[in-house]
């Protein structure tokens, strides 16, 4: 499917911008620290020689997610602590999550090894051996000094462990980066690195970075796992049996799956609160709307983020976060409205069972009995029902099953480090990252 973006793809530096956006806001602690992290490593791997533009952009873009594991695992507690060592549970699912579900799945394993001790990686490949510790050595630095500490002291600490934590040439060359780009002593906005990366992204590896952001909201709850791909299924559906021309229905391909963008900033106990949101969870629940915009906006045309920034908008006025009515929300719009509510009734959440097709149309009937909904589309829902979730069913499988066994290797690896020395699991690690699956059955 063409996204349809404003041109063929992106800038590097616009891809950056949209990640670090949905990343930030999501804990305090780590505003920023992803963007940082990629800086100093960068300007690292460009001293030791690294000259290949798409290692290097891939490079940075695994140094801005080396800790997408934090939002799924609770870690950040002691990742923000310097002295932190070996902290497995983001480590962990960040790899299995880059692995499977974005553009960087030859970069996972330096994300999972990424707080490993120097001492211990002997027998990691090289490559990933080296980016592994640069890694590890500018996570550190970037949390040191965010805590307001003295560079001298710093120093201190990384020579103390220079040669056991952390690599002793990797440490000698981040004080050398450090005169040319002041990473100690200026504020952020001015640190002196020129990133040197291709300058443009295919709408291709946009679009699989965009479906790795989707995949980082809806794997936040296990019951939301397959909501945007639902929601996208039913959208794109109902928009070729109502005859739309093939330009809209790409525009609510794209605007559907990004709908739930903004979610990454609603707190997992909001997400899966087993009953009736109070006023105070309503509020923040309905916030994440202005958060897909913030993401989005100006990464996709105007088109596709109004599709996405009005699926609870209702034709009476009564949704948000406009109270938009029926001359403002157009076709796409109105079937992406349709189509979230579908999804969220028809499949289980935290807080219901999935609903029946007769107790779904019960209250789709409702809603649009009460000027909500356009009754065209819903009409057209009815008509298709059954077609249309064979396609959903179809659609979510394979999604659904490797999340499945993604969260089925996480737990029985961590599992396994709780009964391990640190050198047998290791063993097991490599086991399974060369091997698969098999290995822990077998384990």
């Keep these: 499917m063409n996204i349809g973006t404003k041109k063929s793809g992106l800038a590097v530096t616009e891809i950056i911008e949209l990640v670090n956006t949905a990343l930030d806001g999501v804990d305090h602690r780590l505003v920023s620290h992803g963007l940082r992290v990629g800086m100093i490593s960068h300007k690292m791997l460009c001293m030791l020689g690294e000259e290949n533009p798409l290692y290097l952009q891939d490079a940075f873009m695994a140094a801005l997610l080396h800790d997408v594991g934090a ?21 962990l699912y960040g790899y299995l999550f880059l692995r499977k579900f974005s553009p960087l799945a030859h970069m996972a394993q330096a994300v999972l090894y990424h707080h490993l001790d120097f001492a211990h990686m002997g027998h990691l490949p090289p490559k990933i051996a080296r980016l592994a510790q640069v890694l590890h050595l500018c996570d550190r630095v970037d949390v040191y000094l ?26 000698e060359l981040f004080w050398q980066a450090d005169e040319e780009c002041g990473f100690t002593t200026l504020p952020f906005d001015q640190w002196q690195v020129e990133l040197c990366m291709e300058s443009w992204v295919s709408a291709y590896k ?35 049996y109502m005859g739309l021309p093939e330009e809209e229905i790409q525009q609510i391909w794209l605007g559907s799956l990004l709908h739930d963008v903004g979610k990454l900033y609603v707190p997992v106990s909001v997400v899966e609160h087993p009953g009736r949101l109070d006023a105070q969870q309503l509020a923040t629940m309905r916030k994440h709307v202005d958060g897909t915009r913030k993401v989005l906006e100006g990464k996709i045309p105007d088109e596709v983020l109004e599709i996405a920034c009005r699926h609870h908008e209702k034709l009476n006025g009564s949704g948000y976060p406009r109270g938009l009515s029926a001359p403002e929300l157009n076709m796409a719009q109105r079937i992406v409205c349709v189509a979230d509510i579908t999804s969220a009734l028809s499949c289980e959440r935290s807080y219901k069972p999935a609903f029946s097709r007769e107790k779904t149309q019960a209250l ?60 047998e699991w290791l063993m097991l690690l490599d086991g399974y990252v060369t091997q698969g699956y098999s290995v822990l059955q077998q384990a």
């Design 71 to 91: 939002y799924k695992t609770d870690d950040i507690n002691k990742m923000v602590v310097f002295e932190s060592r070996q902290i497995w549970e983001h480590s």
């Design 146 to 171: 965010q805590s307001d500490k003295d560079a001298s002291v710093l120093r201190r600490n990384l020579d103390k462990e220079s040669g056991t934590r952390f690599d002793p040439e990797l440490v």
């Design 206 to 240: 946009l679009q699989t970075y965009l479906e790795m952001v989707v995949s980082m909201i809806d794997f936040k709850s296990n019951f939301t796992v397959t909501h945007s791909i639902t929601t996208q299924t039913i959208s794109v559906e109902l928009a070729q």
């Design 364 to 423: 789709l009937d409702r809603m649009t009995i009460a000027g909500e909904l356009d009754a065209g589309v819903v009409q057209v829902l009815y008509q298709n029902y059954e077609a249309i979730q064979k396609k959903v069913k179809l659609a979510t499988q394979e999604v659904q099953a490797t999340y499945n066994k993604l969260m089925n290797a996480y737990e029985i690896l961590m599992e396994k480090r709780q009964q391990m020395s640190i050198e």
